[in-house]
């Protein structure tokens, strides 16, 4: 750990250059998110980093939203109801305004949750979303959606800031960006007519301060108390925060379900091979990888499904039982029976520390397999590629979607098959078959598991109204900074 911390100590001397760097007036919260500039995106056209996420959930809120438990609460949407059969949603909209002043009405509410889930759109929650049949908009400001069958996770997807509701760029809040500065974003929240004739001193003191930026620069600027809170930190630069001196009180761990560990890059090389990657899969000592971490609550995992998921049990490896030395051994032999020379696997990882510790503990445990193994950057040249990925919804879908033919480099004929009957199967039909895609995985080894997502944050002591939850989201709403 020692190593970073003359990177941390230099960006301390940095920051404390930065007029930026300055001190929020007393209720405002400072925000450094990890990753690159904080920004709303169109999530129909691309994957989010963590600060688009929690931009784009600010001003463009979606039907329903997460409290800071990871429970739901109304937002766009101030009230709905479900029909007994589960097949029908119907949301009533509160009287609400796009940033350009224009009323939202139904009809345009519902254009947007159509655009997201169109063909055209390539909004990672989509193939969730199957079951929507119609989005109807009843009158100005009644919508309805319409499933072929219930779908127990629906708010829990409508929540989702991908599933923001926009028009033409625009959204409703609640926040709507005051000031926008190449070091941070100021944002404010978006006031209703009773409330529009608050001072600007109020304002003031209800500002968001938002900055998209390195893992070494947040966690610096919050060791030096010019942030309240830091949020998007994954495994990577986890080791960064020991170097920096954070008190272990300020560390929270959210226990989030999801993906990872490491799958087939291309399509030839020696990560086609299956006895390899079982042999890879079966030589990791999880426990020891996460170890070197000391993240509270990370745990290590040897399936694709975090548990019982949709009416069936997860399917487990063949070498799930065995000690890690049975398993050991096992795959040496595996390598020497069926693969008999030594080979370089590529693996590849983001940058950060947590991804060199990484690599070296899983260097360490494949070398008596005779694998050499080389680091290189997440999307060069790989054999095998970290997959590091928190499930939006508790849907078996979601974790199967990633290794269907045409989405993967490798696939199963089983899986393939599987998951093409399901797609036309009733609800009870599919869980066997979504069991039988599972357990297909698994056999071939197309994933091999290492642990769930490690999501983390930096709260203030001060700062009151964050919790960490199972969706590893933080809306900026629900915090609270003291007053002076």
């Keep these: 750990m020692r190593l970073f911390a003359p990177l941390v100590i230099a960006l301390f001397a940095a920051c404390g250059a930065l007029t930026a760097c300055s001190r929020t007036p007393s209720g405002a919260v400072t925000v450094s998110i990890i990753g690159g500039e904080a920004r709303v995106a169109n ?7 963590a600060p688009a996420m929690v931009m784009t959930g600010a001003l463009m809120q979606g039907l329903v939203q997460f ?33 350009n002043g224009q ?28 079951q929507v049949v119609q989005i109807l908009p009843m009158t100005e400001t009644v919508l309805e959606i319409r499933l072929s069958e219930p779908q127990p996770g629906l708010l829990a997807l409508l929540a989702d800031p991908r599933m923001a509701v926009t028009r033409q760029g625009r959204g409703t809040g609640p926040y709507r960006l005051y000031r926008s500065y190449p070091s941070a974003k100021i944002l404010r929240p978006v006031m209703s007519l009773a409330e529009s004739e608050a001072d600007d001193a109020e304002l003031k003191r209800a500002e968001r301060r938002v900055r998209g930026e390195s893992a070494p620069l947040a966690i610096a600027r919050y060791a030096e108390r010019n942030a309240s809170l830091v949020l998007g930190g994954n495994f990577a630069d986890y080791p960064l925060i020991a170097a920096a001196g954070i008190a272990a009180r300020d560390i929270r761990i959210d226990p989030v379900p999801g993906l990872f560990g490491l799958v087939p890059a291309r399509t030839s090389g020696p990560a086609t091979n299956r006895v390899v990657r079982q042999a890879l899969a079966m030589s990791i000592d999880r426990t020891a990888l996460l ?48 693969y008999g020379r030594p080979l370089t696997l590529r693996l590849g990882l983001p940058q950060g520390p947590g991804a060199r510790l990484m690599a070296a503990q899983l260097a360490a445990d494949w070398r008596p397999l005779g694998v050499d193994l080389k680091l290189v950057a997440q999307g060069a040249f790989a ?30 004929a089983a899986t393939r098959n599987a998951l093409d009957l399901a797609k036309r ?46 969706t590893g989201q933080h809306p900026l709403n629900t915090l609270a900074a003291p007053r002076n």
């Design 291 to 338: 170890r070197l971490f000391g993240a509270r609550g990370w745990t290590p995992s040897e399936t694709l499904m975090p548990g019982p998921v949709d009416q069936y049990v997860e399917a487990r490896p063949d070498w799930a039982d065995l000690t890690l030395a049975d398993r050991k051994a096992r795959a040496r032999a595996l390598m020497a029976q069926n």
């Design 43 to 49: 999530p129909n056209g691309r994957a989010l980093d």
């Design 383 to 412: 054999d095998l590629q970290l997959i590091d990925s928190v499930a939006p919804t508790t849907n078996a879908l979601w974790y199967l979607h990633p290794f269907a033919c045409g989405n993967a480099p490798l696939c199963s």
């Design 425 to 470: 199967a009733t609800r009870e039909e599919r869980a066997p078959l979504y069991a039988e895609a599972d357990r297909a995985i698994i056999a071939e080894q197309l994933y091999i598991p290492i642990a769930r997502p490690l999501r983390w944050s930096l709260v203030a002591p001060q700062l009151a109204g964050f919790a960490a939850n199972a």
């Design 103 to 130: 009323p939202v009405s139904a009809a345009q509410v519902a254009q947007s949750l159509r655009t997201s889930l169109s063909s055209a759109s390539r909004n990672p929650l989509r193939p969730l979303l199957g």
């Design 67 to 99: 409290d800071a438990t990871g429970e739901i609460e109304p937002a766009l949407a101030e009230r709905w109801m479900v029909t007994d059969d589960g097949l029908s949603y119907i949301f009533r909209i509160r009287r609400s305004f796009w940033s």
